[in-house]
């Protein structure tokens, strides 16, 4: 099987008989829905094949769609014009001149085609020129496709003059389209994050957002019936791979790759980046992180002093994660339009979503990124060090072991600048050590919470190794003694007794003078 590595382009997917998912229905429900249309998705999420895929269908190119689901819905397959834009050349401009620049590179070949004046100095009256020409030249409306439209602005989100001057810049390249809209037939516009219209768009007061429209929840990304059947042949060979079976390999994906919802109650999809990744390799890998956490979501996460440790199981309601990126008062409407926290739960009654980290992948490479940031820890000699050793600890249950590593680690943990003032305002030292644990534990897979709520109060951290279950009770100053009877007293351990694995409760504390373990206490 040949999958599209690094191919963006349907009509080189389709003609080098790659793998490919076929959304066409879908892609037909939204070429012939809204004339004006507005998708966010994460990165690495398939938009600029959906952009693409779009671009073929209004060329009209009936040949590259033969066998595919969307033969059933289209019948007339007329040629438009077709002014495909992709903005990610255009990021990282140092100033709105370039920016501008850059846009005008882009448009410069559609202007040459249809004869529009190249020395126009502003982008959105020459757009204006190139639609209004290729309208008269073909007698046909134009398709205006807009991929990664956020690319030039996500760097400069906190530069506020700059910010101020590159959203002029694409307001004045956009400004035209509302008034051009009786000669367009279709307009595209996706990107990661969401933009207020009134900042960007400006007059496109009619720009329908169907990034959470439960009909089009899937266009981006691979379900969990796609994958087992137009990707089942790969299975089988993954397995194979591994020496396990089928069945198995197959949860090993879910778990790393699955769990992202894009509407209330939508079906499940799959990175399908990572997904293809892994069966061109052959290996189970977080091929979503190749690159990092991107720096811009860094920075806005530690411009809001955003709790890392309180990203699973977040309830809120829309309008608190799908806000306009320049709106935000915090970083989570950003974390769940990149992709590091997914619909998990929609209640109808009350409206409120529940969002959580959508799978391993994002969760080991997630916190790979932030380690450095927040603790000021070496992610690589972290995993290979001091994790990898508490990890073998715990899963032998040698919890005097662990501790002891444990102690030793911590006494030379560098103790960075932007933690101390987190820490002084939550006035609560223990703190360090559930950030700098919950890092830990997140990278190597494990699953862990913290200040988990429960009937007797808040358990400090939940740690879910295969077979055993631990419960922490952290004390500064304190005695292990004492955090252990708060355990048994408050019931912190009852409800995981349940759940087939051994429960172990582990007292611990720290000295804030050393800023290590002192003691723990075991039951």
Partial sequence: MRYPIGIQTFSEMIRGKYVYIDKTDIVWQMANGAKFTFLSRPRRFGKSLLSSTLHSYFDGDRQLFEGLKIMQYETEWNSYPVLHFDLSTAKSMPTAHDLRNAIQFQLQPYAEQYGADCSQPFPGLLLKSIISRAYQQTGRQVAVIVDEYDAPLLDVLHQEALLADFRRVMQEFYQPLKACEPMIRFCFITGITKFSQLSIFSTLNNLANITMDPAFATVCGITEEELTTDLAQSIDILAAEYECSKDEIHQKLKLRYDGYHFAGNSKEVYNPFSLLKAFFHKWIDNYWFDTGTPTFLIRQMQYFRTDITGMDDIEVPASAFDRPTEAMTTALPLLYQSGYLTIKGYDRESLAYTLSIPNQEV????????????????????????????????KQKDIDRAMSEMQAYLAGIPYVEGFKKKLAEAALKKGFYEYTLYL????????????????????????????????????????????????????????????????????????????????????
Wanted: contains cysteine; hydrophobic residues 40%; proline residues 3%.
């Fill in 363 to 394: 969760r080991i490479g997630f916190t790979e990124g932030l380690l450095p940031t927040y603790v000021g820890l070496d992610s690589a000699q972290v995993q290979m060090g001091f994790a990898l050793k508490l990890w073998r600890a715990l």
């Fill in 440 to 523: 830990i534990f997140s990278m190597l897979n494990v699953y862990v919470r913290t200040q988990v709520k429960c009937l007797g109060g808040r358990i400090d951290m939940v740690v879910q190794m295969p077979d055993t279950t631990y419960v922490f009770e952290f004390k500064t100053g304190g005695t292990a003694t004492k955090a252990l009877h708060q355990i048994a007293d408050r019931g912190y351990d009852r409800p995981y007794h349940t759940e087939g694995r051994d429960v172990v409760t582990v007292g611990i504390s720290f000295d804030p003078e050393t800023m290590t373990v002192k003691e723990w206490s075991v039951v």
